[in-house]
Nanobody, 115 residues
Framework: QVQLVESGGGLVQPGGSLRLSCAAS????????MYWYRQAPGKQRDMVAH???????NYDDSVKGRFTISRDNAKNTAYLQMNNLQPEDTAVYYC?????????WGQGTQVTVSS
């Protein structure tokens, strides 16, 4: 029943921007933390951005100053605004959310940065 539905991925040229959305539904308990992770081919999945229920954020150094995570608690939706995208940002991006008991994952959405 729990779902994290992502949208906004796609192909963009270097220097371009994308905004990812993650809509959470079906939760029986409040969502505490939301995250964006990414995984490039042959690499492990790494956290790129985190936002707490109170709005506090942190970022991986590789995206600081370029990516912004936000959330709309009334809509149970998280966003990742990605600016000045570079080829090294190419990866499958995953939304994640924590309730009291479990970590939930979205299906992943491909972001490709290429000229």
């Amino acid at each position: 029943q729990v779902q994290l539905v992502e949208s906004g991925g796609g192909l963009v040229q270097p220097g371009g921007s994308l905004r990812l959305s993650c809509a959470a539904s079906g939760f029986s308990f409040s969502i505490n933390n939301m995250y964006w992770y990414r995984q490039a081919p042959g690499k492990q999945r790494d956290m790129v951005a985190h936002i707490s229920s109170g709005g506090g954020t942190n970022y991986d150094d590789s995206v600081k100053g370029r990516f912004t995570i936000s959330r709309d608690n009334a809509k149970n939706t998280a966003y990742l605004q990605m600016n000045n995208l570079q080829p090294e940002d190419t990866a499958v991006y995953y939304c994640a959310a924590d309730s009291v008991f479990q970590r939930y994952w979205g299906q992943g959405t491909q972001v490709t940065v290429s000229s």
